[in-house]
């Protein structure tokens, strides 16, 4: 499972992306490597009180060594809405498993249980824990009720921007574009929105396939006349054709809010 | 049929920024009267309701997952439960929360000192058998001295055993650290349905064993009581108490007699476990105190009768405290749980 789905009284069900075990070691390679600076500054202070106080210098060294890595867990977590610095670099975020806020207890419970899921040396039990379980969870989240996610940082969507406001030849055949919108189904629209989404992302090679692919099947659902298209690049149509899909009245002229 | 997206693009964005606006200033900890409380509740559900609309009507991932997004931030929020609001009170904690969480689970409590004891009677059992048993069984070197020669080196130093190596503070952050740290591991293997808790309970309970059954063999059972009794009566309460904490997360995970699933049941006993952990470390920083800073003193310093004394009226009230405190019939808060007090040793249905 990669996603989790909350069903909210309402009635609504939204999902929130699960972390995979690589994302979350590279989180906590970054944690630990802020635990080891915060020790070793740590140390550094020990060592200029041992001059003054060596008995308090001694106390404060074995008791920092053991509460350091747990309360900078806990602290950054509940701090920081589930974030470590390590977290948040990578994007990751630890959450109640029922789309709640965190509770203490919460925090407290996963960050202790690191000790079970160091087992038997560097996180073998808490990684095999997230690779087997449903909700990609390692020993302390199962038992506090949390998973980590990815923190979805989605743009707000704006068609303007991506399929432009140029003049678009195939609105002067109301009848056919209406057709178009009646034969074309959801699925194969978001696809071709998809496509224009992603085209940067796509090598130029791939792209023009894909484009000339989308291409060819639009013309399969319905044929304009060929003074329209003639002359018209493969994207471009596409790119009409997801106007006149999700811009049924074809009004691009107003002011974005 | 395809949705007029742009249409609801237009008509839905306005709500959303001013959604997300409001989630920005909650979540920097922000607070809302009533109009604002109100007016967010109804921008979660217009959100809601164009999120359901998209899923209805056409499948667009872009615009979905920012809904999503938008959707899942306000849940959390307007969810959110009433306890999370409640300011932490130290002596409310300790006076009624941490004795309280300790009576609800009281059997597995009673169940980790069985264990320890029958670890402790097969160390005991195994060092008066096989004497040679006592290199495998006693921690911390106690196998490399006998006892006597041990209390002959202690009687003769001034200040005790010198353990300290830097000094009585150093070696009471030591025995805090490295207690607090198993009793950590103890509590963390109850994920292992118990077991792990199982085989820390009774392995601790073979050193313990052995090393009494070594000193009282070798006739020094007054200054075993005199050097453990001090420290020993708070902190192996606490080791058992992190024996507990374990054995009520196993509990949980078998899930016997509990028809919650298992999320439910983890987190009905989460709050508690934490109280119970909790306990153990304050009482680890005590103990730790103790034994550095009088345990390792003796005779002709400290008198054994006196230490004995020491320990058995801190095992008495600290008895006293987990059986009695906040036993009180006033009104029962949330993070108490809710036990009966006049039946404190039985555990939660």
Known sequence: MTHLRIRTPEGVEFSLQLAGPVSRALALLADSAVVWCATSVLGSIVQALRWVAPDTAGTAMFVGMLVMPFAYGMAMEWFNRGQTLGKRVFGLRVVDAQGLKLRPSQVVLRNLLRAVDFLPFLYVVGGIATLVTRRAQRLGDVAAGTVVVRIPRPARPDLDQLIGSRFNSLRAYPHLAARLRQRVPAAEAAIALQALVRREEIEAGPRVELFRELADHFRGRVEFPAEVVDGLADEQYVRDVVDLLYRPRGDTTRPTP | ?349
């Open chain 2, 1 to 349: 049929m395809i949705l007029d997206l742009d249409r609801f693009l237009r008509e839905g964005r306005p709500h959303w920024t001013e959604l997300e606006e409001i989630l920005g200033r909650l979540e920097s900890g922000g607070v809302l009267d009533l109009a604002g409380a109100r007016r967010l509740h109804w921008l979660y559900e217009r959100a809601s309701a164009d999120l359901i609309r998209l899923g209805t009507f056409a499948s667009e991932p872009e615009t979905r997952r920012y809904l999503e997004a938008l959707v899942a931030r306000a849940y959390s929020e307007i969810h959110d439960t009433a306890a999370r609001t409640k300011r932490f009170r130290p002596l409310h904690w300790c006076r009624r929360t941490f004795p309280r969480a300790f009576r609800r689970h009281a059997a597995a409590f009673w169940l980790s000192l069985a264990i320890t004891v029958a670890g402790a009677l097969f160390g005991g059992v195994a060092t008066v058998v096989d004497p040679d048993s006592r290199h495998v069984t006693m921690p911390w070197g106690h196998d490399q001295l006998r006892p006597s020669e041990r209390v002959r080196q202690e009687e003769r130093s001034p200040r005790g055993a010198g353990k300290a190596g830097d000094g009585h503070g150093t070696f009471s952050g030591f025995l805090i650290s490295n207690n607090t740290r198993v009793s950590i591991l103890t509590m963390s293997l109850g994920m292992t349905y118990g077991i792990g808790t199982i085989v820390m309970l009774f392995y601790n309970g073979i050193g313990v064993g052995a090393i009494a059954a070594d000193y009282l063999l070798d006739g020094q059972g007054r200054f075993l009581a005199g050097w453990i009794l001090p420290h020993g009566t708070v902190e192996i309460p606490a080791i058992l108490i992190a024996g507990q904490a374990g054995l009520v997360l196993g509990h949980a995970l078998l899930g016997r007699g509990n028809n919650l699933p298992l999320s439910g049941r983890l987190r009905r006993i989460a709050p508690d476990v934490v109280t119970l952990i909790a306990g153990v470390a304050l009482l680890l920083v005590y103990a730790g105190i103790v034994e550095s800073f009088l345990s390792q003193y003796h005779e002709p310093v400290l008198p054994y009768a006196v230490k004995i004394a020491f320990g058995v009226a801190e095992l008495c009230a600290l008895s006293a405290y987990l059986a009695l405190s906040g036993r009180s019939r006033g009104p029962v808060d949330d993070d108490d749980g809710g036990d009966d007090p006049d039946q404190p040793f039985r555990q939660r249905p």
